[in-house]
């Protein structure tokens, strides 16, 4: 499995990790084959929060790795924190450090690789943060830290009390919803892809050595876009077109499309389906041609002025 580094660290991680919101849908005798076909895919980071599944996403992930006997240093997991589901959210100091505590007892382990801000808070104190993100490291429950869907000037904001670095932003990215590349594209023009909904976070990540992570690699505005003829003629027939070229799936070219951006981004699957995670894994050895990049970017509905 091909690696990058992630942000300005020297910790390497796949280009492809597994997010786990959905591990809780498998039974328990499930998840450590599970875990163990992505391991030997070569996909050793593993994507938590600590809403999924309420909690029970880190536990069964827990119980499935002590059931494989991996050692703790053979993985890479990385863990969000600051969403109270349907109320509001919460990156205070002490919810913070609270929320690591309880990832750390669920997962069973001494530490995370990375802490991950799950969502800007409109109530968020940086100086909390960096007071937080200070002693977790000290502490060694932590290693590195991250956000998820923050506009440039929202990481700005924390960077100024910040003493650790930014490594990465979770953001959503597929062929279909793109808006972090349309809004680039289409600058300067009064189309609906021109509208700047992220303050031009792409390049800013690029600018300043944060990854992108891209969540929902699959889906677009209105759900999957894989094999919905129906819906979505037009990119369907081009994704199976060079599917065919190159001898993989949709779901791979899917995958593939996103790792083509320079920017050397991350894709985060939370797929738990054994075929489907093996097709996601064959992306890094696919490298689509611009036209084809292109193409893709065209049938999924954009345009270019």
């Given amino acids: 499995m091909k690696t990058i580094k992630l942000g300005k660290s ?58 494989l006997k991996i050692p703790r240093e053979d993985l890479i997991i990385q863990s969000k924190c600051g969403i109270i589901p349907h109320r509001y959210y919460d990156l205070s100091y002490k919810y913070i450090i609270n929320s690591v505590d309880g990832i750390l007892e669920r997962l069973e382990t001494e530490y995370i690789d990375v802490l991950v801000l799950h969502r800007p808070d409109a109530l968020v104190e940086p100086e909390e943060v960096a007071k937080a993100f200070e002693k977790l490291k000290k502490s060694g429950k932590v290693r590195y830290f991250g956000v998820s869907n923050h506009k440039p000037s929202q990481i700005d904001l924390l ?32 189309t609906e892809g021109s509208i700047d909904r992220n303050g031009g976070v792409l390049d800013y990540c690029r600018m300043n050595k944060i990854t992108v992570q891209a969540w929902s690699p699959f889906q677009g505005p209105h759900g999957a876009f894989i094999d919905k003829d129906e819906m979505f003629p037009d990119l369907n027939w081009a994704l199976g077109e060079i599917c065919a070229k190159y001898g993989v ?57």
């Fill in 10 to 67: 020297n910790l390497k991680v796949p280009v492809i990790g597994l997010g786990c919101m959905r591990l809780s849908e498998l039974d328990e005798s499930e998840v450590p084959v599970y875990l163990q076909h992505c391991l030997d895919l070569g996909i050793n980071f593993f994507d938590h929060a600590d809403i999924y599944g309420e909690g029970e996403c880190e536990r069964r992930f827990a119980q499935g790795i002590k059931e």
């Fill in 159 to 190: 960077k100024k009390y910040l003493k650790n670095e930014i490594l990465l932003n979770q953001m959503q990215l597929s062929i279909q919803s793109s808006s972090l590349i349309s809004s680039g594209l289409e600058a300067n023009m009064i």
């Fill in 249 to 305: 799936s949709k779901t791979t070219i899917a995958a593939a499309w996103i790792l083509r951006h320079p920017a050397n981004m991350q894709v985060i699957a939370g797929t738990m389906n054994t075929y489907r995670i093996s097709e996601v894994a064959k992306a890094p050895n696919v490298e689509l041609t611009r036209d084809e990049w292109y193409r893709l970017y065209q049938c999924a509905g954009h345009i270019l002025p």
